[in-house]
């Protein structure tokens, strides 16, 4: 039998993409503002934008750069550029002239790196095809070249920054994630003075791995702790240990480095993407919220554990049972020990009746719905943030544990 004759020569479209990935492989970080707006002419867009957001999510940020079209920063709340970037979906705007300005989002796996905007005379649907495809390519593009350039991070600085602020935002998983089974996201407050808050997560297998932790004190040396908290965390979870154990692993760490004194509080959970089922070990955290079609259900409430660094016993882990689109809001102190106006304390149920409040509303994805709390919440205080705050939730989605078998 003849072999069968594969056509294996480049489309206009893959030969765009082979283009633009082999230019940009030695290309210096300063040039790939140009030739992103030279490879978007090819396709026929004009006055190219590549947005960024900035670290205390309000605002999406022009990158400088020859060729591109730099404007005034947009909104992330009402702008076209901003439901691109917290719904992942390309937004056309139809302009005076005729043409049609496209917002499309840039998209690092699941992370939203930012947006690219550009006029098209005329749209297709074969244009917006490979537009997404070449936006999928810019994104990937910005994530390697940031790695060893700070370009990127002066653009999306609206102020200065305090030295434990950098420590912690270089420490940072990206902010959001999203599988199939999974989505999740994660906020800190306030963006440029933070210190002793972080997070970090992981998806292995079918098991999601989650550590949301805070460090007492201020300055640097809490985001000093949280750092070598953070790091332990990571050390366990990689030489797959139980949850129990990356506690003790934390624990030793904090007493062995900074003495009896210090501690920081953590919760640390397990969920199996595939079953819903959740497993947890709270180190003096507040507990976490169990939302359900908008309501907050009820605290995931768990046995009594010292904080990290304090030389506890070997925790007692709690099971919860999730059901599919469940929402599990973690947060720190920060968030509810705020004074409002009067000296009364914010408080936790002050904190469900906004969730509940936004919980109205038709959902949205986690990104977009947590960053409407955590501005809500901050109005709620007056705008003020005298304390690290940070919230982090999770829904779950259920579905086939087979990754591959999810996209197929």
Request: include cysteine.
């Amino acid at each position: 039998m003849d072999e069968e004759i594969v056509d294996r020569s480049e489309g206009f479209g893959e030969r765009l993409l082979g283009l633009l990935l082999d230019r940009a492989h030695l290309m210096p970080p300063q040039l790939i503002a140009p030739l992103i707006a030279e490879e978007m002419a090819r396709v026929g867009g004009r006055d190219v934008s590549i947005l960024l957001q900035d670290y205390a999510q309000e605002l999406l940020v022009p990158l400088p750069g020859t060729k591109l079209h730099v404007g005034q920063p947009e909104p992330m709340a009402d702008s076209p550029a901003g439901r691109a970037f917290l719904s992942g979906d390309v937004i056309e705007v139809p302009q005076a002239d005729g043409a049609v300005r496209m917002y499309l989002p840039l998209l690092d796996g699941s992370d939203q790196v930012g947006v690219m905007a550009l006029s098209m005379s005329a749209v297709g649907d074969d244009d917006r095809r490979l537009l997404r495809r070449l936006a999928g390519l810019v994104a990937d593009m910005l994530v390697t070249k940031n790695a060893y350039t700070d370009q990127f991070f002066l653009a999306r600085r609206r102020e200065p920054m305090s030295v434990s602020a950098e420590i912690q935002w270089t420490l940072l998983p990206p902010l959001a994630m999203s599988v199939p089974q999974a989505e999740l996201a994660g906020i800190l407050e306030p963006a440029y003075r933070v210190a002793g808050d972080s997070f970090d997560y992981a998806l292995n297998d079918t098991i999601l791995h989650v550590a949301v932790i805070d460090a007492m004190g201020h300055g640097l040396d809490a985001a000093t702790m949280a750092t070598v908290a953070i790091g332990a965390y990571r050390h366990a979870r990689r030489v797959f240990v139980s949850l129990a154990e990356k506690y003790t692993f934390m624990d030793e760490a904090i007493s062995q480095q900074f003495g009896p004194d210090h501690f920081v509080t953590a919760q640390l959970m397990h969920i199996n993407v595939a079953t819903g089922e959740l497993e947890m070990v709270n180190a003096g955290h507040p507990a976490p919220l169990l939302i359900r079609d908008g309501r907050v259900v009820r605290q995931l409430e768990s046995a009594t554990t010292l904080p990290v660094g304090f030389g506890g016993e070997v925790p007692r882990i709690t099971q919860h049972s999730l059901q599919r689109g469940d929402r599990v809001l973690c947060y720190t102190d920060g968030v509810i020990e705020e004074h409002v106006t009067g000296g009364e304390l914010f408080g936790e149920e002050r904190l469900i009746r906004c969730v509940e409040r936004l919980g109205q509303e038709p959902p949205g994805t986690v990104r977009a719905d947590l960053r409407r709390l955590s501005h809500t919440l901050k109005g709620e205080r007056g705008g003020r943030t005298t304390d690290d705050a940070t919230l982090f939730m999770i829904e779950w989605h259920g579905g086939s544990a087979d990754h591959l078998a999810a996209f197929a």
